[in-house]
């Protein structure tokens, strides 16, 4: 069976500054689709970043990287140059290989950004 | 991106009613969409997968009979609570992967309160 997981529930970081949000996934599937969201306290989903298990270097989306390591089943979001607007959640998202377009989700990480 | 829309974005029923949420995509055609419920501060479980022209398939747990969900058109799929009690209180939110594109889009979710 497939499972994100997102181990901080809550992270802080000083504006200005990068941060990392850790995810990790576990699934038996060869090809498998990775996901970041954010979600401000509005509730909308915004897409910031994906990373397909066969892509060879790490995604990146202006501030945002993906930071892609396989053997490790792991996909940390990393935010540079954090403004007070990343003050959101966060979650970590798979899809299967199969086609389906189901999408798993981690538990989030709240992120607040200090001025 | 693509534009998923939702209505009502809110919504206050009694207890023992039904409501209907509705799910539109504006600007691409939508052969599934995915129905997801959220709690406060919790992640998102999705629900069911709505197929246009046939039936939806639930997944484990989620009982069908209470979310009906119709998906008519290519550009708009509707869920049903039916018979609302309290705990069907939450955050209910709709997405669509257009065509080639490899991220869902989300709709902007609909709160519901039974009361």
């Known amino acids: 069976a497939q499972k994100i997981t997102q181990t901080q529930p809550g992270m802080f970081v000083q504006e200005k500054e990068a941060v990392t949000l850790d995810c990790t996934y576990d699934?038996?599937?060869?090809?498998?689709?990775l996901f970041w969201y954010k979600q401000p306290s509005s509730g909308e989903m915004i897409f910031l970043i994906y990373?397909?298990?066969?892509?060879?270097q790490n995604a990146t989306e202006g501030r945002y990287s993906l930071n892609f390591q396989k053997a490790r089943k792991s996909a940390n979001l990393v935010i540079s140059a954090s403004q007070l607007g990343d003050s959101a959640m966060y979650f970590c998202?798979?899809?299967?290989?199969?086609?389906?377009?189901?999408?798993?989700f981690g538990q989030g990480t709240t992120l607040q950004v200090k001025p | 991106g693509a534009v998923v829309s939702q209505h009502p974005s809110w919504v206050i029923c009694k207890s023992g009613t039904s409501v209907k949420i509705e799910c539109r995509s504006l600007?691409?055609?939508?052969?599934?969409m995915f129905w997801y419920r959220q709690f406060p501060k919790q992640s998102l479980m999705l629900m069911a997968t709505?197929?246009?022209?046939?039936?939806?398939?639930?997944e484990q747990g989620v009982e069908k009979d209470k979310f009906l969900i119709n998906h008519a058109s290519l550009t708009l799929s509707t869920l049903t609570v039916t018979s609302a009690h309290p705990e069907d209180s939450s955050f209910y939110i709709c997405?669509?992967?257009?065509?080639?594109?490899?991220?869902?889009?989300f709709g902007p979710g609909t709160r519901l309160t039974v009361t």
């Open positions: 600007d691409f055609q939508a052969t599934t």
């Open positions: 699934t038996s599937d060869p090809s498998y689709g």
């Open positions: 709505s197929n246009e022209g046939s039936k939806a398939t639930y």
């Open positions: 998202a798979m899809s299967r290989g199969d086609n389906t377009g189901k999408l798993i």
């Open positions: 997405s669509s992967k257009p065509g080639l594109h490899l991220e869902q889009y």
């Open positions: 990373q397909g298990s066969y892509d060879q």
